[in-house]
Each structure stands twice: as C-alpha cells, then as structure tokens.
C-alpha cells in the first residue's frame, strides 16, 4: 500500500489535506521537507500517525503562511504554525 493510500484509510481524510498542502507547496516552488511519520511511511512499512510534520525553509515561510491561509485555517505559534481544514479532523505542522 502506497503512503498516500494509507494515509487516507487510516485517517479517513476526506478533505484531502495532505494532497492539498503539498500541492499547494509545489505549485508555488517552496522549500520544504516531510518529517515525521509520514516521511516514515514514504521509504518503509506503513505506521499509524495522525498529524502531518512538515518543515518550511526559513526564506519561504511567511510567504507559504500567507498562501496557506487561503485554504486553511491558520493558527501560529512561536515555532510553529498548525493548519486545519474544516472537512478534515486533522492538522498539520509546519515549522521553521
């Protein structure tokens, strides 16, 4: 089973958050880096994780935080921002 495959059995996202963020992330050339679980789940057996861990490049981050706005809902933090979508019960990090 693919990554995006388990992804979407086990956390029943039906939004499609993950597919939308890294979308949105390639269309508009940002620096960024799956970490965590998910990047696990990319090069070995699936594992069961219900956030997304991604880490912005310094440079790009407040021009992804203003993008990211338009899709999601944006909550900030010192070192972090964490994304929602209302038709998902997930969130996603993304730090600098």
């Known amino acids: 089973m693919r990554a995006q495959s388990f992804w979407k059995t086990v956390t029943m996202d ?3 958050l993950l597919h ?3 979308s949105l992330l390639d269309e508009n050339q940002a620096h960024y880096c799956v970490i965590g679980g998910q990047a696990v789940n990319a090069y070995a ?3 069961v994780s219900l956030d997304l861990d991604i880490v912005i490049a310094a440079e790009d981050l407040a021009r ?3 993008l990211c706005r338009e899709v999601f809902t944006v909550e900030r933090f010192p070192h972090s921002i964490n994304l929602s979508k209302s038709e998902s ?5 993304d730090s600098n």
């Open 14 to 16: 039906d939004s499609d």
């Open 20 to 22: 939308d963020l890294i």
């Open 45 to 47: 057996e699936p594992l």
């Open 64 to 66: 992804v935080e203003a």
């Open 89 to 93: 019960g997930l969130a996603s990090s």
